[in-house]
């Protein structure tokens, strides 16, 4: 029973995150692309709490990490965010073009 | 019984408020469906043993980012978009194909693994018997506080860079 909501969350957590990639290539809002990014970062999260039970804690040590790495990203992301708006009048990933070529 | 009935609750909260994250036209619908899978999430996180976790997730993704990506869509004024912006229907067609596969991809991953399972009964028992004795916070307290406490409070710093970094990066240039 308990091997079978394992499964299951990693099978969970395998959609999550290809719900994830989907978003970021389909969305040009780049704030909606961001969060589809905080939501790849959940299913990774998802994974290592379901292998902290076979492996040990320390992996859910690993997720805290993961967390504030993610929350630290997520402040720095959205002021670049604010910064780009200020420049394109615009929040849209496809008028980014600033460092291609 | 009553685990699984609560799990399929909790998955398909989850993958539907996934899907209509991104299938949503309006940015602050968007956010609070991203809002409920992470909620839907930390329910998850429940069943699974890591308490400790289930509620920093609440804290931290409910919490903090929520209200940081809802702060921003409010200062930039988006949330009253109509049209959606979505990309053409070639590139819908190829992330829908890239999705399927990456999932199809890990899901045989997952499903091939059941047969050779890390897991066996014993280690179930082990971590039942550190809930136990530790209590859900103390058991993931120790690693952190012993053998993780460089990395602990480098986090700490990465936080403080953080900081100064938003501001900085979001402040107006002087003219």
Same mark, same amino acid.
Request: glycine fraction near 8%; charged fraction near 35%; aromatic fraction near 0%.
């Given at each position: 029973m308990n091997l079978d909501i394992e499964n299951a969350a990693l099978i969970l957590s395998a959609f999550l995150f290809a719900v994830g990639t989907a978003g970021v290539l389909v969305r040009r809002n780049a704030i909606i692309v961001f969060m589809c990014v905080e939501l790849m970062l959940n299913a990774v999260n998802l994974t290592l709490v379901v292998f902290s039970r076979s492996l040990g804690l320390e992996a859910q040590v690993l997720v805290f990490f993961v967390m504030a790495v993610a929350a630290a990203e997520a402040a720095v992301g959205l002021a670049i965010i604010i910064a780009i708006f200020r420049h394109y009048e615009g929040v849209d990933v496809d008028r980014f073009n600033l460092l291609r070529w | 019984m009553i685990e699984t009935v609560f799990f399929l609750l909790f998955a398909v909260l989850a993958a539907g408020g996934a899907i209509m994250m991104i299938a949503s036209r309006n940015p602050v619908a968007s956010l609070m469906y991203l809002v409920l899978a992470f909620f839907a999430l930390s329910g998850i996180f429940v069943l699974l043993d890591a308490h400790f976790l289930a509620a920093v997730q609440v804290i931290v993704y409910a919490g903090a980012i929520m209200v940081l990506f809802m702060f921003v869509i409010m200062l930039l004024n =988006?949330?009253?978009?109509? !049209?959606? !912006?979505m990309r053409s229907h070639l590139t819908r067609l190829v992330a829908l194909v890239a999705g399927s596969a990456l999932f199809a991809f890990v899901a045989a991953l997952v499903l091939r693994g059941e047969q050779s #399972? =890390?897991? #066996?009964d014993e280690s179930g028992l082990v971590l039942d018997a550190i809930l136990r004795s530790r209590g859900a916070v103390g058991a993931v307290a120790e690693p952190l506080f012993t053998s993780y406490l460089v990395p602990f409070e480098l986090t700490s710093l990465l936080l403080l860079v953080a900081i100064v970094g938003a501001i900085v990066l979001a402040q107006r240039r002087a003219p």
């Open positions: - | =988006l949330g009253h978009r109509e !049209d959606i !912006d #399972s =890390l897991a #066996s």
